[in-house]
C-alpha cells in the first residue's frame, strides 16, 4: 500500500484538522503513522478511510475508548460489530438522560421567569438575582 498522502492532505480530504489526526495517533485511536526518510507522515488510501470512520464515530459522540476498541478489532480483522451496537446502545441512553435533565431545565428557568417578571428592578433590596439565590 503505498503512503501517498501527506497530513494536511489526508485531514483536508476527512475534513479534520491535522492537530486532531495527531491527537488521535497519540491517544492510540489511530496507528503511527508510517514516516518518510525526511520525517513525514505517510497515509494511505486505507488511512483515510479509518480517518473518516473514527471521524464518524465521534460526530455520533462515542467516547475515545470505545472508538480505540471498534478500530482495533477492525485492524485485527474482526468483526466490530457487536462493539458499536454497543456504543450506540448506550449513546442513545446517555442522549434520553441529558435530553431528560434538559426538559427539566427548560422547565425550571420558565418558572424562574414568570417570578422575576413581576419584580422590580429596584437592586438590592429586590432583585431577579434573589429568585435565583432562593432558587424560588
Known sequence: MTQDLRIGELADQAGLAPSAIRYYEAVGVLPPATRSRSGYRGYSEGDLDLVKFVSRLRSLEFPLNDVREIVAL???????????????????????????????????????????????????????????????
Do not use: F
Open 74 to 136: 477492525r485492524r485485527e480483522g474482526k468483526a466490530p460489530c457487536a462493539a458499536v451496537r454497543s456504543a450506540m446502545s448506550r449513546g442513545a441512553q446517555q442522549v434520553s438522560n441529558r435530553i431528560r435533565e434538559l426538559q427539566r431545565l427548560q422547565t425550571e428557568l420558565g418558572d424562574l421567569e414568570k417570578t422575576a417578571r413581576d419584580l422590580p428592578d429596584d437592586w438590592p433590596t429586590v432583585c431577579v438575582c434573589n429568585v435565583i439565590e432562593d432558587g424560588q
